[in-house]
């Protein structure tokens, strides 16, 4: 994988869109009990031909990365033939996929096809444990059978692992495991209610008790570290340089801010770049704007994000209630002398 | 190099035009090698993505730079030489 912090740097900078998140559908073989789909009754894809129209268009605005999401993009008949589009037009090219669906012949072709990595989620090296909460028997084996072919082919890959009440007890096997074959991973026990508001995956949360215990262990594992938010620092620093495609056209700010700024099928991808009021507005949010969290005494070891303040408390400037406990706890412990947090919090996994 | 040769890139770049600078720039995700072009060298390169001979790129570029076509020749068979090198773009049959 790239390291591109100072091409993003320069990005936020100018507001130069570089990367763009596209949900290529929102079809997907698990029912993964945490999920931000709010209903799987309904099911968009994006059509090959709109997509090669925004293809167009990216390249001509300067977009240089493309991540691809769902759903789950291997159930389009299409993915290979929209891979090969992005890449024969020279995008940096990722792709989120739960990997179960992925097979030799397709791995292959992906390396042929140099996309810079593939990110995946694992819930827990147990299949009960994995399968309970992707709602699907055998799918964590389908997805290891498929890490190993990864492996084998030298792609590289990113491991989710989102630490949840039902796996609260697996993420250091987890990283033994991607230690083991040279991949990198992410660990969060961040969960974000439903796009269209519902709470319920809240309820899977792991509590404070376990927080208390655990949390500066997972921040150590993940190397995240502190940030000194001064007043000028830009709250959503990534929507100065992205943007998230939705599978039904609607353009967000964030894959975690769902507030739509235009739609794809009205508007192009430019003037709703350049022309969003909704848009500039988050992209030039300080920390000094929002109403409690400039003055909070935990900010400093706070990953707070607004999308999930407007999802979760209706309000973009509003303080995450459990990103504040997560914050404090960190305090207490470091205020405590045990080590010295330096560096900067890495963002949550969005 | 014969003046009539022609190039593409290789498939394992990822390139792009900054477009506040206007450099171009290169990853090969072969080795994660990383390039700025500017200039002369922006010109080859986007020449290279019209599929222009070395013959052709020479005739354009000495109408936007004040030199002559011979030296100019040169500094392209270079640059492109260079290019070659480096595994970014290969000659086209």
Redesign the interface.
């Known amino acids: 994988m790239?390291s591109t912090s100072n091409?993003y740097e320069?990005a936020s900078k100018?507001k130069?869109l570089t990367a763009i998140t596209i949900e290529l559908n929102t079809n997907c073989n698990w029912r993964c009990k945490h999920c931000y789909i709010d209903d799987y009754s309904y099911e968009y894809e994006l059509s090959f031909n709109v997509i090669k129209r925004l293809f167009i268009e990216m390249?001509k605005?300067?977009?240089?990365d493309l991540l691809f999401t769902g759903g789950e993009m291997f159930l389009r008949k299409d993915i290979l033939e929209i891979i090969k589009l992005a890449?024969?037009m020279?995008?940096?090219v990722s792709l989120f996929t739960n990997a179960s669906l992925l097979n030799e012949s397709v791995i292959k072709s992906l390396k042929?096809?140099?996309i810079?990595h593939i990110s995946c989620t694992l819930f827990s090296l147990d299949d009960s444990i994995h399968d309970s909460i992707t709602g699907v028997n055998g799918s964590l084996q389908k997805t290891m059978e498929n890490l190993k072919l990864l492996k084998q082919y030298n792609i590289d890959v990113e491991v989710k692992h989102i630490i949840t009440n039902l796996n609260m007890h697996e993420h250091k096997r987890i990283v033994e495991y991607c230690t083991s074959m040279g991949f990198k991973y992410r660990l969060t026990p961040s969960i974000w209610s439903k796009k269209d508001g519902d709470h319920s995956p809240l309820n899977l949360k792991v509590d404070e008790t376990y927080l208390r215990k655990n949390l500066i262990e997972i921040d150590e594992l993940r190397s995240s570290s502190k940030i000194v938010k001064h007043e000028n620092l830009f709250v959503c620093n990534a929507t100065r340089y992205s943007l998230f495609i939705m599978a039904n056209g609607d353009v967000t700010p964030c894959t975690n801010l769902y507030k739509s700024i235009g739609n794809i099928s009205e508007n192009s991808l430019k003037d709703i770049w350049k022309s969003s009021e909704y848009l500039n507005k988050v992209q030039n949010l300080k920390w000094k704007n929002l109403h409690v969290c400039k003055n909070c005494e935990v900010s400093d070891f706070c990953m707070r994000c607004s999308g999930i303040a407007l999802l979760e408390h209706g309000d973009l400037l509003s303080c995450n209630r459990y990103e504040r406990i997560n914050a404090t706890i960190r305090k207490e412990y470091y205020s405590k002398g045990r080590r010295r947090h330096n560096g900067k919090i890495c963002s949550t996994i969005c | 190099m014969k003046g009539k040769s022609k190039y593409y890139?290789e498939?394992?770049?990822?390139?792009?035009?900054?477009?506040?600078t206007e450099t171009i720039?290169v990853?090969n995700?072969?080795n994660?090698s990383s390039y700025l072009f500017t200039n002369v060298e922006k010109e080859i390169w986007l020449a290279i993505n019209e599929r222009r001979s070395v013959i052709e790129i020479t005739n354009t570029l000495v109408e936007i730079y004040d030199i002559s076509s011979e030296i100019l020749r040169k500094d392209i068979i270079k640059f492109i030489s260079r290019l070659l090198d480096e595994e970014l773009i290969y000659e086209i049959n």
């Open positions: 790239k091409l320069f100018n130069t390249r605005m300067g977009v240089v890449r024969s020279f995008f940096d042929c096809l140099y810079d | 890139y498939n394992s770049l990822v390139w792009q035009i900054e477009p506040v720039y990853m995700k072969k994660e």
